[in-house]
């Protein structure tokens, strides 16, 4: 089943006194429930552009966006709020993302009761689930963002999605804020969740490692636009546009890994979560 269905999307913004941006240039895709679509490009192609504008953060100036075959500038306000809780996103910056005022117990609670997800006498169990679903110990409850780690804080960021019980996750950038050794249990921990889940997710990044191991579907963004598109491996081991070959070539490191990687099981390359 589609999920999302994006045609001809244009994102240009006008900044007073200066020239338009056009951020996102006609870009075209889909999404169907469950999958995982990995979005690539260099700094500044237009990739959280496009996410803003997916999830309703910001107006698209053209084209069509289109959610169950629903078309989001057209849907009746409740249908828009119920649009805005199955669709979330999850920053890169997880400590930041954060209220600093309130502990991890706070965060959960606050969502569940604001969205009303579960009755009230539900809500404690319910905030354990979901600590457990991102592997994270009851230890943490009453902590606040800053005692605890950047990865534990992107944790509680995708607990805090999953309070609302969504059909569809955009990851913009969740792990290249962390440490390398943290970045591979997240990665770890959204694909777990894809599968169990049956999420589907939308994986923005600009290491093509991290997309390759993680989604179905690869989209190669460049200026605006996406360029090269397909199934993950086809895309990045046969390369079709010059743009893609030229993002492959300009990081050797992942070249090499993404050959070492394809060798190994991907269970032995993400190791599980601690
Ligand atoms: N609010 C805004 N007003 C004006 N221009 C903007 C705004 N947000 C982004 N831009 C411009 O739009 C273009 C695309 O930016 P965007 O943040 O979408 O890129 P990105 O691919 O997410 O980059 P990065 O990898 O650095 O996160 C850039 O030229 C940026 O300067
Ligand atoms: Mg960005």
Same mark, same amino acid.
């Given at each position: 089943?589609?999920?999302?269905?994006?045609?001809?999307?244009?994102?240009?913004?006008?900044?007073?006194?200066?020239?338009?941006?056009?951020?996102?240039r006609?870009?075209?895709?889909s999404?169907?429930?469950?999958?995982?679509?990995?979005?690539?490009?260099?700094?500044?192609?237009?990739?959280?552009?496009?996410?803003?504008?997916?999830?309703?953060?910001?107006?698209?100036?053209?084209?069509?966006?289109?959610?169950?075959?629903?078309?989001?500038?057209?849907?009746?306000?409740?249908?828009f709020r119920?649009?805005?809780?199955?669709? &979330?996103m999850?920053? &890169?910056?997880?400590?930041?993302?954060?209220?600093? $005022?309130?502990?991890?117990?706070?965060?959960?609670?606050?969502?569940?009761?604001?969205?009303?997800?579960?009755?009230?006498?539900?809500?404690?169990a $319910?905030?354990?689930?979901?600590?457990?679903?991102?592997?994270?110990?009851?230890?943490?409850?009453?902590?606040?963002?800053?005692?605890?780690s950047?990865?534990?804080?992107?944790?509680?960021?995708?607990?805090?999605?999953?309070?609302?019980?969504? &059909?569809?996750?955009?990851?913009?950038?969740?792990?290249?804020?962390?440490?390398?050794?943290?970045?591979?249990?997240?990665?770890?921990?959204?694909?777990?969740?894809?599968?169990?889940?049956?999420?589907?997710v939308?994986?923005?990044?600009?290491?093509?490692?991290?997309?390759?191991?993680?989604?179905? $579907?690869?989209?190669?963004?460049?200026?605006? &636009?996406?360029?090269?598109s397909?199934?993950?491996?086809?895309?990045?081991?046969?390369?079709?546009?010059a743009?893609?070959?030229?993002?492959?070539?300009?990081?050797?490191?992942?070249?090499?890994?993404?050959?070492?990687?394809?060798? $190994?099981?991907?269970?032995?390359?993400?190791?599980?979560?601690?």
């Amino acid at each position: 089943m589609t999920l999302l269905n994006v045609q001809d999307l244009h994102v240009t913004y006008h900044a007073h006194g200066q020239k338009p941006v056009e951020a996102v240039r006609g870009v075209s895709f889909s999404v169907d429930a469950g999958e995982s679509l990995g979005i690539v490009g260099e700094s500044g192609c237009g990739k959280s552009s496009l996410a803003k504008t997916v999830i309703g953060l910001q107006p698209p100036s053209a084209g069509s966006l289109r959610f169950k075959g629903q078309e989001l500038s057209r849907m009746a306000p409740a249908a828009f709020r119920d649009y805005r809780r199955v669709v &979330q996103m999850v920053f &890169q910056d997880a400590v930041g993302s954060l209220n600093p $005022r309130m502990t991890v117990r706070q965060t959960l609670e606050e969502v569940l009761h604001v969205h009303r997800m579960v009755p009230a006498n539900r809500v404690a169990a $319910r905030v354990r689930e979901l600590l457990d679903r991102v592997g994270l110990p009851e230890t943490v409850l009453d902590a606040y963002p800053r005692e605890i780690s950047g990865g534990q804080c992107q944790r509680i960021s995708f607990a805090r999605c999953l309070a609302l019980e969504p &059909q569809l996750i955009i990851a913009d950038e969740p792990v290249s804020a962390l440490d390398v050794s943290v970045q591979a249990r997240i990665l770890n921990l959204v694909r777990t969740l894809q599968k169990e889940l049956h999420l589907a997710v939308i994986l923005i990044s600009h290491d093509l490692a991290v997309v390759r191991n993680i989604c179905d $579907r690869v989209a190669v963004m460049y200026a605006g &636009q996406f360029v090269e598109s397909g199934p993950a491996a086809d895309v990045l081991d046969a390369p079709k546009h010059a743009y893609t070959r030229e993002l492959l070539a300009a990081v050797p490191d992942v070249g090499r890994a993404l050959r070492e990687r394809a060798q $190994r099981p991907t269970s032995q390359l993400l190791t599980p979560s601690s």
